[in-house]
């Protein structure tokens, strides 16, 4: 495990972002040479991203184990987080609980963190963690990317997760080890709005439905609400880049999504600067 000394002064990096935004110079700060200076968050470009904490074969999507795998083998981690019915944030990338236990069923935020606890995820008898358990079990130790997903009304939800992101990063000092990602520009534009000081990463790409919550898949494929996010990367469907609509918003780096092989990754290697990946040990 490689041990990442930070040294990260976040007060001033605070007071710089402070200053760009009472001087409405933020939207031209990713256009910077010195933002990587500024932010030291190198890492979204220069680390590997597992999803959901899965590099191999065999290993349980979203578990403390698997968290702690990805630190040992130097991989940064993209943890999904949903809210429960009773306002508990968990880390679990689908909405129905059965598209991971089969012989369960039921829509997780219609589930209470104790119905949720009582599902076992393995032969391990792990369970689905809270956002607050995988913090505490990283501990710093790898950067990560909290993707929020939420079709749903902004506010309550972001507002949690802001929270238990100001207490870890304060806890570790890890304020540029931690970027928040979603595919609802709404989510990104609230943390711009309330904590601009956290990386924003904004998702989309390939859309199975027509819509996603209220909005229009259509419109979030071409990026059209990017503007309002003030987003500093961009995470897109490894399968079509490149993408035009990406180009035209110049962000710092593109991430590609969904890369499950070596062989696509090689394919998208050169229109994108990472990659989010599973199921494999990526090397170029």
């Known amino acids: 495990m490689k041990i990442i000394e930070n040294k990260f002064n976040f007060e001033e990096y605070k007071n710089k972002i402070d200053d760009l935004i ?16 500024i932010c030291n968050n190198f890492w979204i470009i220069d680390k590997y991203i597992a999803s959901d904490g899965v590099f191999e074969d065999g290993m349980t999507p979203n578990t403390l184990s698997s968290y702690k795998a990805c630190i040992n083998a130097d991989y940064a981690i993209s943890i999904p987080v949903q809210m429960l019915d009773d306002e508990s944030i968990v880390c679990f990338s689908h909405k129905n609980i059965s598209k991971v236990l089969p012989t369960e069923s039921g829509y997780l935020k219609t589930m209470s963190l104790e119905q949720v606890k009582g599902l076992q995820l393995n032969d391990k008898k792990e369970t689905i963690p809270t956002l607050e358990e995988a913090l505490d079990c990283i501990e710093g130790k790898t950067p990560i990317v909290i ?24 806890k570790h000092n890890c304020h540029n080890l931690v970027a928040v990602m979603s595919i609802n ?23 199975t439905e027509k819509m996603y919550g209220s909005i229009k898949s259509n419109k979030l494929k071409k990026l059209k609400l990017y503007k309002i996010t003030l987003a500093d990367f ?13 180009e035209k918003h110049k962000p710092v780096g593109v991430i590609a999504h969904g890369v499950t092989t ?12 990472n990659i989010i990946f599973r199921n494999f040990k990526p090397t170029i």
């Not at 933020?26 to 040479?33: G, H, I, N, V």
């Not at 989510?187 to 924003?200: K, M, Q, S, V």
């Not at 961009?234 to 990406?246: F, G, R």
């Open 22 to 37: 009472s001087s409405k110079q933020l939207k031209k700060f990713r256009l910077q040479d010195d933002y990587f200076d």
């Open 147 to 170: 993707e929020i997903i939420n079709d749903g009304l902004v506010d309550k939800f972001e507002n949690k997760v802001i929270t238990l992101i100001k207490k870890y990063t304060d």
């Open 185 to 207: 520009p709404y989510t990104l534009e609230h943390f711009l709005d309330n904590y601009p000081y956290i990386t924003r990463i904004l998702k989309s790409g390939d859309f």
């Open 234 to 246: 961009i995470s897109y469907s490894h399968n079509m880049l490149p993408c035009i609509a990406v």
């Open 262 to 273: 070596q062989n696509e990754y090689i394919s998208v290697a050169e229109h994108c600067d």
